[in-house]
């Protein structure tokens, strides 16, 4: 993988050196893409507070007929970001993000559930304090630029636009959600710029600990953390590219691979094997003032996931990790469609009914030999509306139903409420 690094920093000296005199006659004070759009620095971030309630138990692996009716409710802070970019000079940047999860760190016991029944007790933090950004991007044009340091991955709709005005539902889209990384932030640099009607982003980034997959929440629990550095001998390469050619829409599609075998916390435990992850998905949003829709697909494939659950399985309980089975393929795709029904009176407000529905399997395929687990098929239908008193500041409800195995297991009902905000609060 020394080699894919190597040619990853060629290629991007190359570029700088072959259209160096191009990028001197594209000026970056004439052309500056938005989210570079100030004179020094800013200050911002985006959050959101959250209450659910359930009709349905939190374990519904333990019985056959999946979990069991009871009325349960929670409020949370699920996330308060706080984003600070500063210009160093015109063309040196500098930005971070930290996001504070429930309410910072602490100590607390969770349950974790999963297949057939087993559930593990952990210890974990309350909450966490993560670096969800902080990187160093140098511009050279609006179409080339170069950016090093902790990166979002924007694979999927929701990672690439993952502040909390940006989806209708109370709580993140729950397929992407639960299959991915989310946000999905890792650490390497990228290639990224504007060109046209197209906007892209190219990068090389540490790769994921395959120990971690399972089977309720695919390669999600692959995402390094647990030790203080990240394992990077076999990186992994992601991209996503967007086209805003027609007024309201945007076409995005997106991609990752990563060979996880040597990024394993037991490496010699998986050296026989890739355990290669292919994730591909593509989204079109059509956003105008007053209607919106959005769809998304994503698809993935694990190599090896046969052999990665049969070494996962004897792997240590003290290592913290899930020993479940990994599928083959997951799959995610749904569609949502909104209208502000206050356009018909003249107030600057928005209140948009939305209806969403959504199909996600983390156990979509299985490899020859391994059991089927139809609990992890599921459709989702949700209702609710989205009362904008800002353009940055929503107010959401929501009710959804969620269908397992096409009613093969009992239906979860969830209502959720949500006041979300994002944007920038200074600058200058």
């Known amino acids: 993988m020394r080699r ?22 594209d000026s970056i004070s004439k052309k500056t893409p938005y989210e570079w759009n100030f004179s020094k620095f800013r200050f911002g971030g985006y959050g959101e507070i959250l209450y659910q309630h359930m009709d349905y138990g939190a374990d519904r692996y333990k019985y056959a007929t999946g979990a069991q009716s009871e009325n349960r409710a929670y409020i949370s802070v699920p996330r308060a970001v706080f984003a600070f970019d500063y210009k160093l000079r015109d063309d040196l940047v500098l930005s971070s993000e930290v996001e504070i999860e429930y309410g910072g760190t ?25 670096l969800e950004q902080l990187h160093l991007t140098k511009r050279f044009s609006k179409w080339f630029n170069i950016r090093a340091g902790h990166l979002i991955v924007p694979v999927g709709i929701t990672n690439a636009h993952h502040e909390p005005t940006l989806f209708f539902t109370t709580s993140r889209p729950e397929g992407e959600m639960t299959l991915l990384p989310c946000t999905w932030h890792e650490t390497g640099i990228s ?41 990077m001998t076999s990186p992994a390469v992601a991209g996503r590219v967007e086209w805003s050619g027609v007024n309201g829409l945007r076409l995005g599609a997106s991609g990752y691979y990563n060979k996880t075998a040597k990024n394993a916390s037991k490496p010699e435990k998986t050296a026989d094997i890739d355990a290669a992850v292919t994730i591909l998905s593509g989204d079109a949003q059509y956003l105008t003032k007053n209607l919106t829709i959005r769809a998304n697909y994503l698809w993935g494939n694990l190599s090896d996931s046969k052999r990665l659950s049969q070494i996962n399985k004897n792997i240590s309980s003290a290592t913290g990790f899930i020993r479940t089975p990994v599928a083959k393929n997951a799959l995610a795709y749904s569609v949502e469609a909104g209208y502000n029904v206050l356009s018909f009176f003249k107030t600057k407000e928005r209140l948009m009914p939305f209806a969403r529905y959504e199909y996600y399997n983390s156990a979509q395929s299985m490899e020859t030999g391994m059991s089927e687990m139809p609990i992890n098929k599921r459709n989702i239908l949700t209702v609710g509306m989205n009362y904008y008193l800002l353009p940055s500041l929503v107010l959401k409800a929501d009710y959804s139903i969620r269908h397992l195995d096409h009613d093969n297991y009992n239906r979860e009902n969830t209502f959720g409420l949500a006041l979300a905000y994002t944007g920038w609060f200074f600058s200058k």
């Open 191 to 231: 290639v990224l710029g504007y060109f046209s009607h197209f906007k892209y982003e190219v990068m090389l980034v540490n790769g994921l600990d395959p120990n971690g997959f399972t089977s309720a929440i695919w390669i999600k629990g692959g995402k390094q953390g647990m030790f203080e550095t990240a394992v």
């Open 4 to 25: 894919v690094l190597f040619l990853f920093l060629f290629l991007a000296a190359t570029l700088c050196t072959t259209f160096s005199q191009q990028i001197k006659q």
């Open 106 to 130: 602490g100590s607390a016991m969770e349950l974790e559930y999963e297949e057939a029944g087993e559930y593990e007790t952990e210890i974990e933090k309350g909450g966490e304090i993560e």
